[in-house]
T-cell receptor, first 115, second 111 residues
Framework: EAEVAQSPRYKITEKSQAVAFWCDPISGHATLYWYRQILGQGPELLVQFQDESVVDDSQLPKDRFSAERLKGVDSTLKIQPAELGDSAMYLC?????????????FGPGTRLTVL | GESVGLHLPTLSVQEGDNSIINCAYSNSASDYFIWYKQESGKGPQFIIDIRSNMDKRQGQRVTVLLNKTVKHLSLQIAATQPGDSAVYFCAERGGANNLFFGTGTRLTVIP
């Protein structure tokens, strides 16, 4: 069964350092999402791509976060510099299209700890 | 913006009993809702969905009920099993297919 892949699974870094997370969506899925999940809370959308284009990054802290999906396939989310409050699970999801009712499939996430 | 919340943060049930997890939402214009299950260390997994033109939908051992009058939905799990232990989220889908999640309810099944 096809799955969304993410790496690394765990990342520990010191504040002010740069970190990057990678996501490989299910093959053929045009839409890719990055969510942040703080411990004890539900995921919150950071950025949404349709192919290589950003369609929603309204909740992305653009002073320190960046995301790209250059070839419309895999994607990288970067934080520079990392802050203590960035400690969270970063989840990637993909869907075939971005139509309402189109199921999103989630990856296992990257657990970030900022010291 | 949308706001989706859950009434109870934790729920413990005996194995074999039925479980009911509740969720309130605030956006009366929302027309599509999903329940997700998240096990420890994993991403959310789709369980069941419902559109606003329905008030009930059944799956395998799960039923979702939607009450648009009071903006409430619930997830019922029949004959709860130890493998059902997880955090359950309700989510409403925005127009761009993005999801707005509630806080979550941790379900613990007691053997």
């Amino acid at each position: 069964e096809a799955e969304v892949a993410q790496s690394p699974r765990y990342k520990i870094t010191e504040k002010s350092q740069a970190v990057a997370f990678w996501c490989d969506p299910i093959s053929g899925h045009a839409t890719l999402y990055w969510y942040r999940q703080i411990l004890g809370q539900g995921p919150e959308l950071l950025v949404q791509f349709q192919d290589e284009s950003v369609v929603d990054d309204s909740q992305l802290p653009k002073d320190r976060f960046s995301a790209e999906r250059l070839k419309g396939v895999d994607s990288t989310l970067k934080i520079q510099p990392a802050e203590l409050g960035d400690s969270a699970m970063y989840l990637c999801a993909s869907s075939l299209f971005r139509l309402a009712g189109d199921e999103q499939f989630f990856g296992p996430g990257t657990r970030l700890t900022v010291l | 913006g949308e706001s989706v919340g859950l009434h109870l943060p934790t729920l413990s049930v005996q194995e074999g009993d039925n479980s009911i997890i509740n969720c309130a939402y605030s956006n009366s214009a929302s027309d599509y809702f999903i329940w997700y299950k998240q096990e420890s260390g994993k991403g959310p997994q789709f369980i069941i969905d419902i559109r606003s033109n329905m008030d009930k939908r059944q799956g395998q051992r799960v039923t979702v009920l939607l009450n648009k009058t009071v903006k409430h939905l619930s997830l019922q799990i029949a004959a709860t099993q130890p493998g059902d232990s997880a955090v359950y989220f309700c989510a409403e889908r925005g127009g761009a297919n993005n999801l707005f999640f509630g806080t979550g309810t941790r379900l613990t099944v007691i053997p």
